[in-house]
């Protein structure tokens, strides 16, 4: 089993910055990577950015730039740096972890924290 706890969300003005943070426990040694989703209400949730075990990081372009992944295997964490955000970076942002088995993706979810960009 994997638990996967968020925190760092909150209300931010335009232009502004905030760090989320993710901590798992559990049964971490096979998860292959962890990555950062979003969901805004009335829509569908989104890959924000994903880091692998090995350190390969990824962002996708809405957010290249502004957002930076990083992660800490030792204390199986990771973060996301959200700099110059904007009214449409309010969602629930959500962490995953995933691990491939017998060629089967399992994925695992935390709670969600609220970002909310707001003047």
């Known amino acids: 089993q994997v638990q996967l706890v968020e925190s760092g969300g909150g209300l931010v003005q335009p232009g502004g910055s905030l760090r989320l943070s993710c901590v798992g426990s559990g049964s971490f040694n096979d998860i292959n990577g962890m990555a950062w989703y979003r969901q805004a209400p009335g829509k569908q949730r989104e890959l924000v950015a994903s880091i692998t075990r090995g350190g390969r990081r990824n962002e996708v372009d809405r957010v290249k730039g502004r957002f930076t992944i990083s992660g800490d295997n030792t204390k199986n964490t990771i973060y996301l740096q959200m700099n110059n955000l904007r009214p449409e970076d309010t969602a629930v942002y959500y962490c995953?972890?995933?691990?491939?088995?017998?060629?089967?993706?399992?994925?695992?979810w935390g709670q969600g924290t609220q970002v909310t960009v707001s003047s």
């Open positions: 995953n972890a995933w691990a491939i088995r017998n060629s089967i993706t399992h994925d695992y």
